[in-house]
């Protein structure tokens, strides 16, 4: 009897445990686009017609839409992008739509957590409104499709595609800003950082110590104030005998870490000057 009791309770927390796994109605999409060198990325779900009527029906004309089905509709852009001349910033939105038969209105909001639209719409939480043009597709497009397609090295164009309208709405992404700051950063040689972490690599790896000190001096050059590369810089200078210049880069640095607050480079530099002599 006891045994029979085991195995029932065993049968009833399979029983509760157990999932039916059944497709959904409104399957989820992910799409991930580079626009230039922008990645824009769409979360949606897709509704199908079913034989319904969409426009001017299921959803209505001239009321705010979830744009698709579940939760949000959400788009995230990794850069600022500009929309009808304005500047919609870096992040990530739901968006919501408002059809009618010539025009949508396309709105990205803030707060991407709701499940359809909001309980309680927040004017605040907009940060943008854009007019999407509207055609009529020669066939039907049963399930609800968002594509980011007419692709360019400056922009791309947001598609809302169902029954037998297709929205559309114009972006464009900063890439000839980005690309002419990736040429200029390297045109004009190496930064601070780049000569620091040569040298540092140089110093740790027991290379040439010369060409470390070259490079330790023209970063701390452009960066008087970090205590990293000014202690770096003492330690490259011991190890070549420069005692002299070894300690002025660590009162330095012990100078830059005390009004930094940093406690363990204060430890260190002390310990340095302490070990060189330093009065």
């Known amino acids: 009897m006891k045994k029979l009791l085991q195995l029932f309770i065993l049968f009833l927390g399979a029983s509760v445990s157990a999932q039916i796994q059944a497709p959904q109605p409104s399957p989820s999409a992910k799409v991930e686009q580079m626009v230039g060198l922008t990645t824009v990325t769409l979360d949606y779900s897709r509704p199908a017609m079913r034989g319904r009527t969409i426009f001017g029906d299921l959803v209505p004309y001239g009321e705010i839409w979830r744009t698709g089905a579940n939760e949000n509709t959400v788009i995230s852009f990794s850069d600022d992008v500009e929309i009808q001349g304005q500047t919609l910033k870096a992040g990530k939105y739901a968006i919501y739509t408002i059809p009618n038969k010539d025009s949508w209105e396309v709105i990205f909001y803030k707060s991407t957590n709701n499940w359809g639209n909001p309980q309680n719409w927040d004017e605040s939480m907009v940060a943008k409104k ?139 530099n002390e310990d340095s000057l302490k070990e060189w002599g330093a009065k």
């Not at 947001?158 to 297709?166: A, D, K, M, Y």
């Open 130 to 268: 854009a007019k999407a043009e509207v055609v009529k597709l020669p066939m039907e497009m049963q399930s609800f499709t968002i594509l980011i397609d007419e692709l360019t090295n400056d922009g791309a164009t947001l598609n809302f595609l169902w029954e037998n309208t297709v929205a559309f709405l114009s972006f464009s992404v900063p890439t000839d800003k980005k690309t002419m700051a990736s040429i200029d950063s390297v045109m004009n040689g190496p930064g601070a950082g780049d000569y620091y972490a040569a040298a540092a690599y140089y110093h740790d790896a027991g290379k040439d110590l010369n060409k470390a000190w070259d490079w330790i001096n023209k970063a701390t050059e452009a960066n008087p104030n970090a205590y990293w590369m000014l202690r770096k810089k003492s330690l490259i200078a011991a190890d070549l005998g420069k005692k002299d210049e070894a300690i002025k880069a660590a009162k330095k640095s012990l100078a830059a870490a005390k009004k930094a607050g940093n406690q363990d480079y204060v430890k260190m």
